[in-house]
């Protein structure tokens, strides 16, 4: 079946500019999470939504980060101004259940911000 | 101290090799102890997930888990070049306040 996508695969943006990135998760995953992964980093975790919970968003780094997930499927990842430190590689992943366990990614939008 | 260390390599190996990938974690409250492959320029996926300390295997994959020294290990025998990839590990924890971490990960270089 179709896995985790994620669009667009590239982004470049001029720095101040607002980007939106977007992930479709495994239909019927419950749980998504949002990672960033900087160069020679470990993922870094974002923000997770678990069904129509609250969203878990103790790992946004600024007030210029929010996401929202519509209808408990596609997320969107909205980076408001942006600055050059938040080019990365901005990973989605899904899982069924609970938060934790085995989680399934797409392939990353790699942000560069000029 | 971060709560999980991985040395970022690369450890370059030859074909054929036994590779062994090591990840310390400091939070006794992790449960379940998972390693996921990442090819360049794509996701993670995941190879090993184990919940109890000892040994689990998977075909030339073997995870081993020792919950007293915190101390988790990936073997990879008879080593491919198509087993070139970054390993990241990636303890977890039940409950509803975990946030998910994952190691650095270590750069592996299977060359033939």
């Known amino acids: 079946g179709a896995g985790v996508s994620q669009s667009p695969s590239n982004k470049v943006t001029e720095k101040g500019k607002d980007v939106e990135l977007r992930c479709d998760p495994i239909?019927?995953?419950?749980?998504l999470y949002w990672y960033r992964q900087s160069l020679g980093q470990g993922l870094e975790f974002l923000i997770y939504f678990q069904g129509n919970s609250a969203p878990d968003k103790s790992g946004l780094p600024s007030d210029r980060f929010s996401a929202e997930r519509t209808g408990g499927s596609v997320s969107t990842l909205t980076i408001q101004r942006t600055q050059q430190e938040d080019s990365a590689v901005y990973l989605c992943a899904s899982s069924l259940g609970s938060r934790g366990g085995e989680q399934y990614f797409g392939p990353g939008t790699r942000l560069t911000v000029t | 101290q971060k709560e999980v260390e991985q040395d970022p390599g690369p450890l370059s190996v030859p074909e054929g090799a036994i590779v062994s990938l090591n990840c310390t974690y400091s939070?006794?409250?992790?449960?379940?102890f998972m390693w996921y492959r990442q090819y360049s320029r794509k996701g993670p996926e995941l190879l090993m997930y184990?919940?109890?300390?000892g040994n689990k295997e998977d075909g030339r994959f073997t995870a081993q888990v020792d919950k007293s020294s915190k101390y988790i290990s990936l073997f990879i025998r008879d080593s491919q070049p198509s087993d070139s990839a970054t390993y990241l590990c990636a303890p977890g924890a039940s409950g509803g306040s975990y946030i998910p971490t994952f190691g650095r990960g270590t750069s592996l270089i299977v060359h033939p």
């Open positions: 184990t919940y109890s300390s």
């Open positions: 239909s019927g995953h419950t749980a």
């Open positions: 939070n006794s409250a992790f449960q379940y």
